[in-house]
T-cell receptor, first 113, second 112 residues
Framework: EPEVTQTPSHQVTQMGQEVILRCVPI?????FYWYRQILGQKVEFLVS????????KSEIFDDQFSVERPDGSNFTLKIRSTKLEDSAMYFC???????????FGDGTRLSIL | GQQLNQSPQSMFIQEGEDVSMNCTSS?????WLWYKQEPGEGPVLLIA?????ELTSNGRLTAQFGITRKDSFLNISASIPSDVGIYFC????????????FGQGTRLTINP
């Protein structure tokens, strides 16, 4: 069964450094998403992306965050200057349409030191 | 913002027992989804519900989309050890926004 893949599985970064999290969505999906989950808490929406532009973003997704689909298969989340509170699991998801269920990758654990 | 209230937060049961958990909200949702998350993994889709009143099964799992479109429940019958994990409800809002709103999760622990 096709799946969403994310790399790396764990990223350790110094505070203030830039980090790029990578995702390969399911190949025929058109809608892409990033969510984050702080340890022990619920999953929170960050951003949705369709047709090469952001369709919605949450208040968490401030100017330090950006997303890009640099080619036909990858979808990336960049955090420009990381803060301690950015430490979390970051999940990529994709769906065929905006109404179809979203399928999640196994996440990248981001640890900011 | 929109909130989903999921209960219970945790459950400790014996193998073979049935389990029930639910989510409620003050907002109306187009779609309700139930996911399971195991340690070190992402949420895995269990059941998707698209119509108010819809009752859907997936093996030992049964979920319903409430008539008011503001609530949903998930039942697991005859629990087995591999049912252990955190179960999340999630809703897609009316109005075209594609973001999923998640509940706080129900942590299920099973004593063999």
């Amino acid at each position: 069964e096709p799946e969403v893949t994310q790399t790396p599985s764990h990223q350790v970064t110094q505070m203030g450094q830039e980090v790029i999290l990578r995702c390969v969505p399911i190949s025929n999906h058109l809608y892409f998403y990033w969510y984050r989950q702080i340890l022990g808490q619920k999953v929170e929406f960050l951003v949705s992306f369709y047709n090469n532009e952001i369709s919605e973003k949450s208040e968490i997704f401030d100017d330090q965050f950006s997303v890009e689909r640099p080619d036909g298969s990858n979808f990336t989340l960049k955090i420009r200057s990381t803060k301690l509170e950015d430490s979390a699991m970051y999940f990529c998801a994709s769906s065929g349409t905006g109404e179809q269920p979203q399928h999640f990758g196994d996440g990248t654990r981001l640890s900011i030191l | 913002g929109q909130q989903l209230n999921q209960s219970p937060q945790s459950m400790f049961i014996q193998e073979g027992e049935d389990v029930s958990m639910n989510c409620t909200s003050s907002s109306i949702f187009n779609t309700w989804l139930w996911y399971k998350q195991e340690p070190g993994e992402g949420p895995v889709l269990l059941i998707a519900l698209y119509k108010a009143g819809e009752l859907t099964s997936n093996g030992r799992l049964t979920a319903q989309f409430g008539i008011t479109r503001k609530d949903s429940f998930l039942n697991i019958s005859a629990s087995i050890p591999s049912d252990v994990g955190i179960y999340f409800c999630a809703g897609l809002l009316v109005g075209g926004a594609q973001k999923l709103v998640f509940g706080q999760g129900t942590r299920l622990t099973i004593n063999p």
